[in-house]
């Protein structure tokens, strides 16, 4: 069982990868939480970590002494990752299970993201957590091996396996997207590959919202923990998705719709990589919005 947390102390919640799209977020929703250590490459809100090196990450949990680490940092450039396997290793995988096991010694929980690229694409219907991952790139195979990794460790831990992150920061199709409606009059853009779209705040929203259930002592752990589809609701293609941002914005480019096969990439990308949350659903009770709903919450905002 989780250790619960006593009700005269807030915990203290170690956030790795605060500068990123989802890490950025956890930054402030965590903040209803508990204590947030928000750590970074740069150390732009705290204590800096380069998750390349291992005795800086041990020595980080143990100054910290954590009551939840919440890692949102990963090596996410999933083309350049096609020629640079062994960064994209160590960050998604080997650091992963280090910090598996490092909290594992201690009984703290750890909630860490993974990717609907772990799949292939071709199953044809959306993917539960029971299907078998078959990664097409690098970067799905790094982040598999980190799943595995954590999941080895034996570390109290949730993995929530996530897709097509945008928001209101980083680099994203949405903020690409508005560039890219202000400098051209006609944009081509993929209308073969379908998956879901995620509001960064919205699975940042949702993951406090969990790891408050845990840390209050109202979800066991030993009995729901590891892996958990959790994307935006609903399903569309890049193409129908820049066009959702296109109607919304009011801008003026020409959309085309074309096959993958002339958006030349180094890495391949699933076809049709739609996650299904029923397991995370109804473990949690939560459910996320349509993604047409979360897209307007953002634009609104940005
Ligand atoms: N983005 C997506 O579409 C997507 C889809 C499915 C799953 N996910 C998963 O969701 C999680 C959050 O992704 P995100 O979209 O927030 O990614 P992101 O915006 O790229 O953020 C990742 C963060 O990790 C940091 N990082 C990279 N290498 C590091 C290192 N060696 N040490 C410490 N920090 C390092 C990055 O720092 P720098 O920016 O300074 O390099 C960045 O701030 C990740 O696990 C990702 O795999 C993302």
């Known amino acids: 069982m989780t250790p619960k947390i006593q009700a005269d102390r807030r915990p203290t919640l170690l956030l790795i990868g605060a500068n990123g799209q989802v890490g950025w977020e956890l930054r402030r929703t965590l903040a209803s939480v508990g204590e947030v250590i928000a750590a970074s490459l740069e150390g732009e809100y705290g204590p800096t970590i380069d998750l390349m090196d291992p005795q800086a990450l041990a020595r980080l949990i143990e100054d910290s002494r954590p009551d939840a680490l919440i890692n949102a940092a990963a090596y996410t450039a999933v083309d350049k990752a096609e020629r640079d396997r062994a960064t994209a290793q160590r960050v998604n995988a080997e650091a992963v299970g280090e910090m598996g096991a490092l909290l594992a010694e201690r009984g703290t929980p750890i909630i860490h ?46 993995i929530f396996r996530t897709s ?3 928001g209101a920061r980083g680099q994203n199709f949405l903020l690409t997207m508005r560039r890219l409606f ?7 853009v993929v209308d073969d590959q379908i998956g879901s779209p995620t509001w960064s705040r919205m699975l940042a929203e949702v993951t406090a919202q969990v790891l408050y259930r845990v840390l209050s002592g109202d979800l066991d752990l030993d009995r729901i923990g590891g892996l958990y589809h959790l994307t935006g609701s609903g399903q569309i293609s890049w193409y129908g998705f820049a066009q959702a941002i296109l109607e919304a914005t009011g801008a003026r480019t020409r959309l085309i719709p074309i096959p993958s096969s002339e958006y030349q990439a180094p890495a391949r990308r699933p076809a049709f990589s739609v996650l299904d949350n029923t397991r995370f659903e109804e473990t949690f009770g939560l459910r996320m919005p349509d993604w047409r709903l979360s897209l307007a919450q953002c634009l609104e905002e940005l």
Request: charged fraction near 35%; charge should be negative.
């Open 182 to 188: 202000q400098e051209r009059e006609e944009l081509r």
């Open 164 to 166: 097509w992150v945008y």
């Open 113 to 158: 993201y993974s990717t609907d690229f772990v799949f292939s694409g071709t199953l044809g219907r959306p993917y539960t957590e029971d299907d078998q991952p078959d990664p097409l790139n690098v970067y799905g195979e790094t982040k598999l091996d980190g799943e595995r990794a954590l999941r080895d460790s034996g570390a109290r831990a949730l």
